[in-house]
């Protein structure tokens, strides 16, 4: 495994880093995953030359973000706070603080609604000088070209904080802050500008709506496409951000061919994304939480299925997958069709055991499924009557025992009550049903035009008593307040066995690598950044529990037979062998970590500090 040596600390010893992202204390979508999980190795090399910039939205916020008070501030006597204070007396909404997560990195940010009076100026600036269209009808555009002009302004106003030899770094993630690098360049700013795409968004688009995105990718118009899409504003702000910055990045080489083709820039440098994996480190537990949330699955398992019939829980393998609902792109499609292969292989070959499939994903649902809701409630009082009969029959067996002279076993039928053989009879008789377990744990808003509903009704994979694959379908994501699974999704990873993301579109691919941090075998592809790296950079990849799934230049057939082959080796390892492939995928994990993968990023940066 070739891992880069770390970085020397500190990087640039002269230099301040201003990340800016949308995500910065405000969670809506896996960048914030990237951001949050950096910073500890991010501030462990830059320390109090770092600082990260996003938008206040006060909701999302107020659980992640500490806001320095005026004491706190007037104590401060650095470039960030500098900045601040110069734009609180011009009269800007501009906080700095602490973002509350691990690394505690210091944090600006600015309310981008206050600069909707001059939105008409912004936007006309933008088309004049930029030609970057921005229509009046969509309120996400606005925030975005209110925060990059307000952006700006702060970058503008820090570097006038910064004294020479001191130089100054802004990293921007994504098109939504990126919209600020024209205006930095065109004004000359002296800031040294570094510009990630995570995946290029006119390259979503067409990988959701095109079965063979990568062949035709040469030969895609890029402004008829975004038209097509309705998405030419935030398309052309991407465009003006990656000609703009000193340095361009993105985080796979499969995004570099998207880059090229879609955006018309050579990325200058691959950024792969890393976790901080003492977040997930349990030592000598990992083996023990595995049992321990196996076991919750094991009373879901047991109210979704056992209402209809039973099976051997001991023999019974949990896999999943999960994320973002796009059928295609997520790779649900042939995970489905490589189920289906399964089940028929399982049921022919006479081998024991059952396989139970997770897909866990958000769809609009009206409710929980009732019977659903009703099965987990019906076993909840089973459990409690057997539990009532257990205390009942303990207590009256112990003092059979200590006043009785009989060595014999007493008749343990006459030690329980009446009432508790009477309830008990009953809770059964309302529990069995005949009805098949339902595929689905919640009333879908449109059920009918469902694809993962409609390819197990085609295939006939609906829980049938004699399938050997059974399928739970959970649209909404796990937590801990659900009455289903009440666990953390974290928690629910470490209690299965695999999880499926053979993905046909993926930028990177967080879900494997969290998988592999908890110590979980995955199954990723070669069209996912992470599936890719994983190919590139680790030796004999299976034995530390990753498969890669061969998707480039492979018809959908020959990769169902090939991922249907690798579910079919896993599920005939015996439980030794399984615990086996979890020490070594736990022992990995280390090389995902961002201590081993910043030296990409700081790389990066020097880069950014030689160009003008």
């Known amino acids: 495994m070739q891992v880069p040596a770390p970085a020397p600390d500190p990087i640039a010893p002269d230099a301040l880093l201003v990340e800016v992202a949308w995500e910065v204390c405000n969670q809506v979508g896996g960048i914030y995953t990237v951001i949050r999980s950096k910073v500890p190795a991010t501030v462990q090399a830059w320390d109090d030359r770092y600082c990260l910039l996003g938008p206040y939205f006060a909701n999302q916020a107020q659980g992640e973000f500490e806001p320095y008070d005026d004491q706190q501030m007037a104590a401060l006597n650095d470039p960030f706070a500098g900045a601040v204070r110069q734009m ?228 019974t393998l949990y896999l999943f997958t999960s994320g973002r609902y796009e059928y295609h792109n997520k790779g649900f499609d042939l995970t489905l069709e490589a189920l289906a292969r399964l089940n028929y292989r399982l049921q ?79 809770t059964l008789q309302s529990w069995k049903t005949t009805n098949l377990p339902p595929v689905i744990t919640h009333n879908l808003v449109d059920d009918a035009t469902d694809d993962i509903l409609n390819f197990v009704r085609r295939a006939n994979l609906v829980n049938n008593q004699h399938d050997r694959v059974k399928i739970v379908y959970h649209p909404d994501f796990v937590s801990p307040t659900s009455p289903l699974f009440g666990m953390e999704y974290g928690q629910f990873v470490r209690g299965c066995h695999l999880g499926i993301f053979p993905s046909y579109y993926e930028p990177w691919g967080y879900t494997p690598l969290e998988c592999v941090a908890r110590g979980v075998p995955a199954i990723t592809s070669d069209l996912s950044g992470f599936g890719d790296y994983v190919m590139e950079t680790v030796p004999d990849h299976e034995a530390k529990g990753i498969y890669v799934v061969k998707r480039q230049e492979k018809s959908f057939e020959e990769s169902a037979a090939e991922l249907t082959e690798m579910l079919w080796q896993f599920v005939q390892l015996n439980r030794r062998e399984r615990i086996m492939q979890r020490n070594n995928v736990e022992s990995s994990a280390e090389l995902y970590d961002w201590k081993n993968l910043r030296v990409h990023y700081d790389r990066a940066y020097q880069l950014a500090l030689e160009r003008q």
């Open 348 to 426: 022919q070959s006479g081998l024991e055991g059952n396989v139970v499939m997770f897909f866990i994903t958000k769809r609009p649902f009206h409710s929980i499924n009732p019977q659903v809701l009703q099965s987990r409630a019906i076993l909840d009082e089973v459990q409690e009557t057997c539990e009532a009969i257990e205390r009942q029959v303990g207590e009256r067996l112990f003092y059979a025992a200590a006043a009785g002279t009989d060595h014999r076993l007493p008749d343990l039928d006459a030690l329980v009550d009446d009432y508790w053989k009477l309830r008990y009879r009953r």
């Open 88 to 315: 609180r007396k011009r009269g800007y909404d501009i906080c700095l603080g602490i973002w509350l997560v691990t690394g505690r990195p210091r944090v600006v940010l600015i309310n981008p609604y206050q600069a909707y009076p001059r939105l008409g100026q912004i936007k006309s600036d933008l088309w004049h000088h930029h030609t970057i269209p921005t229509p009046d009808t969509d309120d996400l555009l606005h925030q975005v070209v209110a925060f990059g002009d307000l952006a700006k302004i702060f970058l503008e106003v820090l570097a006038t904080e910064v004294v020479p030899p001191q130089r100054l770094v802004a990293h921007f993630h994504e098109w939504m802050t990126g919209v600020a690098i024209p205006a930095l360049r065109r004004d000359q700013v002296p800031v040294h500008l570094v510009f990630t795409t995570h995946a290029t968004l006119l390259g979503r688009y067409l990988a959701m709506n095109d079965p063979n995105f990568y062949d035709h990718l040469m030969q895609v118009e890029w402004q008829a496409e975004a038209r097509h899409f309705n998405i030419e504003p935030a398309v052309t702000m991407e465009r003006a951000a990656a000609h703009g910055a000193h340095v361009f990045t993105t985080v796979s080489e499969l995004t570099v061919r998207e880059c090229i083709y879609l955006l018309d820039r050579i990325p200058d440098a691959v950024l792969p994304n890393g976790l901080n994996i003492e977040r997930f480190v349990a030592l000598h537990e990992f083996q023990n939480l595995h049992q321990q949330y196996k076991s919750k699955i094991h009373e879901f398992v047991m109210a979704h299925f056992f209402q209809s019939y039973s099976f051997d829980l001991d023999k």
